[in-house]
């Protein structure tokens, strides 16, 4: 709970924030929630949350991985792939097997990830998001 305040802040970044006028980084009860009842891990170094990832657990044996971002200036370095292994070895010691994501089409790194992960890249939709006007 005491890195969501780093984490939040890795996650303004394009591609993570939220659309509409209440959008921008997501909320900090909503990291809350997903600390309390999702996986969420994170890379450090040196102490410092130098990256996330964070999924929520579906019914059966359904991951919703909703985002994962590394520090701007680390990337490039491995740390999203070592996110990714732990993410799925975690994932799969709690009986998950099923893995959704929604990656930002114009964005090929997390797109070359997902692949490289076995995710198989589905249609092309459109995000639509209605959030509380309290979301600031
Ligand atoms: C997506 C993200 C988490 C990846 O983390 P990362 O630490 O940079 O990733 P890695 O260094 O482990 O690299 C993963 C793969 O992408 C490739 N890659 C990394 N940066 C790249 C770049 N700028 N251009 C092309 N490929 C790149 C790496 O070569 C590697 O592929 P390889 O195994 O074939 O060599 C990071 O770029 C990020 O935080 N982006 C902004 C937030 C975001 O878009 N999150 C995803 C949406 S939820």
């Known amino acids: 709970m005491s890195d969501v305040a780093a984490i939040r802040r890795i996650a303004n970044a394009p591609g993570l924030t939220n659309p509409g006028n209440a959008g921008c980084v997501p ?45 701007e200036k680390l990337r490039g370095q491995g740390i999203g792939k070592a996110l990714m292994n732990a993410f799925h070895h975690e994932c799969t010691k709690q009986g998950k097997n099923i893995f959704v994501a929604y990656a930002y089409a114009k964005n090929p790194v997390i797109i070359k990830l997902l692949k490289k992960y076995g995710f198989n890249q589905g249609h092309l939709y459109y995000e639509f998001i209605k959030l509380p006007k309290s979301w600031k």
């Open 27 to 71: 909320h900090t009860e909503w990291f809350k929630v997903q600390v309390r009842g999702g996986i969420l891990l994170v890379a450090t170094r040196k102490t410092k949350v130098v990256g996330f990832i964070m999924g929520e657990k579906l019914l059966g044996t359904v991951v919703m991985v909703w985002m994962m971002g590394v520090t």
